[in-house]
Every structure is written in structure tokens, then in C-alpha cells.
């Protein structure tokens, strides 16, 4: 069973540009969710999708984060324009439903913002 | 509010040594408890769980007893390898409709031959 797939791995940019990052889930997850992992934190949830509906965005600063699972499927995170305190590992997480204990992750992306 | 505590890394033991990573919680109702497991360069797995009071999860040789009268997880593994040498995170999951994973900051641990 193939797992969730990110890409970029890594990326690089100056601040106040935008960057977008995607996320493929485990083949009938219906559950999604978008983590930003500071170094030496624990992951903190950005945003949870049930399909393609939004459940939870609470902390998801929504004057420069915007995120989309359009089809139920993949999805993109969004960050435009970027500040220096985005630096992170940003992780996608699939799971059979809300309900489901187990969440499975990706590799992460490692944004680093100059 | 909802907290998890874990101790501060990093860990560094001798192969063969036994582990303790301390974690205790704070949140209202009957939360699920869960250790999960960041080797280097990998995603975020699950190594263990527990749903209520009194449950041990194991895996991979590591145990966690859900104690509610402490508000403790604790993760132990009698004889770790070099292969354990990972950062572990220990998280809740509150009760309810709002099940969203509440997270330490993470122990790292290093294991030498």
C-alpha cells in the first residue's frame, strides 16, 4: 500500500514570495490534514479535511495560508506571501475518517524562508 | 487548556540500556493516548496506543500503560538498539467530536553501539 506522498521535499525562498506544497493521502482516506512542525515543537494542526470539506482551521492564519482538497483526493497548502517564522517541516497526514485513530503521515516538506 | 508533557531530550543511552521517556497530560473527559515515532529523514508513525484507563500498548518492544490516576503515558523499552535512535512524540486525543491529536514537543533519544 503506497503511503502519503508530499513533494517538494525541501524548498527555499526569500520572504514575501509564495510557495505551494501538495499532498497525496493513502488511496480512500477520507480524512486529511496539513501540520506545521517549528524545530524542537510538535506538530500543530493547520487544517483538517473530511473529503473535500473544511472541519478544522482554526489556527490556520488565513490572511496568508490557504489550503484546497478540491476532488477529495490531493490537496495543496498554500503561502503567500511568506515570513521568516514559516520556517518549518510542513506534514501531511491521511486517515480512514475523523474517527479513525491512526493518522498516517508523510515525509514533510522542509520550508526554509530567507 | 488540553496539554501534553513530555521529558526533554536528548536521551543518550548504550544499546542494551532501558528506556523511560517520560509524558503526563492534562485534558477533561477520557482522552486516547498515543505514542508516535519520527525516525531521521522519515514521516511521523504510530508506535503504540491506548483508548482507556488502565490499557497497555505495545509494540516493537516498547510498552505505555494508560495511568489515569497519575495522567501519565510513559514509554518503556527493556533493551534499546541504535535502531530506536529516533524523536518520539507523545500525543491526546480528546474525547468526543473534536478529535483532534494534541501533541508534545517531542524527545529525542540517541542510541549508541
Known amino acids: 500500500e503506497a503511503g502519503v506522498a508530499q513533494s517538494p521535499r525541501y524548498k527555499i525562498i526569500e520572504k514575501r514570495q509564495s510557495v505551494a506544497f501538495w499532498c497525496n493521502p493513502i488511496?480512500?482516506?477520507?480524512?486529511l490534514y496539513w501540520y506545521q512542525q517549528i524545530l524542537g515543537q510538535g506538530p500543530k494542526l493547520l487544517i483538517q479535511?473530511?473529503?473535500?470539506?473544511?472541519?478544522?482551521d482554526s489556527q490556520l492564519p488565513k490572511d496568508r495560508f490557504s489550503a484546497e482538497r478540491l476532488k477529495g483526493v490531493d490537496s495543496t497548502l498554500k503561502i503567500q506571501p511568506a515570513k521568516l517564522e514559516d520556517s518549518a517541516v510542513y506534514l501531511c497526514?491521511?486517515?480512514?475518517?475523523?474517527?479513525?485513530?491512526?493518522?498516517?503521515f508523510g515525509p514533510g516538506t522542509r520550508l526554509t524562508v530567507t | 487548556g488540553d496539554s501534553v508533557t513530555q521529558m526533554e531530550g536528548p536521551v543518550t543511552l548504550s544499546e542494551e540500556a532501558f528506556l523511560t521517556i517520560n509524558c503526563t497530560y492534562t485534558?477533561?473527559?477520557?482522552?486516547?493516548l498515543f505514542w508516535y515515532v519520527q525516525y531521521p529523514g522519515e514521516g511521523l508513525q504510530l508506535l503504540l496506543k491506548?483508548?482507556?484507563a488502565d490499557d497497555k500498548g505495545s509494540n516493537k518492544g516498547f510498552e505505555a500503560t494508560y495511568r489515569k490516576e497519575t495522567t501519565s503515558f510513559h514509554l518503556e523499552k527493556g533493551s534499546v538498539q541504535v535502531s530506536d535512535s529516533a524523536v518520539y512524540f507523545c500525543?491526546?486525543?480528546?474525547?468526543?467530536?473534536?478529535?483532534?491529536?494534541?501533541w508534545g514537543l517531542g524527545t529525542s533519544l540517541a542510541v549508541n553501539p
Open positions: 491506548a483508548t482507556k
Open positions: 500525543a491526546l486525543r480528546l474525547a468526543g467530536n473534536n478529535r483532534k491529536l494534541i
Open positions: 488511496s480512500g482516506h477520507a480524512t
Open positions: 485534558a477533561t473527559g477520557y482522552p486516547s
Open positions: 479535511f473530511q473529503n473535500n470539506g473544511v472541519v478544522d
Open positions: 497526514a491521511s486517515s480512514l475518517d475523523s474517527q479513525a485513530y491512526e493518522q498516517y
